[in-house]
């Protein structure tokens, strides 16, 4: 499976954004999606993660209210709707893709190549 993600860049704080990532190759071995992030210093972080076959969707406390997970499966792409951005959000967010629910919140089997989202205040 390989992940194009797309769509960071500067923003400021309160402001939207949104994020896509596209899956090609073996994509019927993805059970689900989701992102990660790693701000400068930081270990990398889950951020959301969605069932691919269902569309139920699980988001870290830091921004469930404030982020939207949802999939294009005729596009085989998920977007990460970013709303109400604060400077803590400002990180390199990655794709990626597990064959398993468990899996895709922790370590999962794909990754695609991290988007630069940067938050001013």
């Known amino acids: 499976v390989q992940l194009q993600a797309s769509g960071g860049g500067l923003v400021q704080a309160g402001d939207s954004l949104r994020l896509s990532c596209a899956a090609s190759g073996r994509t019927f071995s993805t059970y689900a999606m989701g992102w990660f992030r790693q701000a400068p210093g930081k270990d990398r972080e889950f951020v959301a993660a969605?069932?691919?076959?269902?569309?139920?969707?699980k988001y870290s406390p830091s921004v469930k209210g404030r982020f939207t997970l949802s999939r294009d499966k005729a596009k085989n792409t998920v977007y990460l709707g970013m709303n109400v951005l604060k400077p803590e959000d400002t990180a390199i967010y990655y794709c990626?893709?597990?064959?398993?629910?468990?899996?895709?919140?922790?370590?999962?089997?794909?990754w695609g190549q991290g988007t630069l989202v940067t938050v001013s205040s």
């Open positions: 969605i069932n691919w076959n269902t569309g139920s969707t």
């Open positions: 990626a893709a597990d064959r398993n629910w468990v899996g895709i919140q922790g370590a999962p089997d794909f």
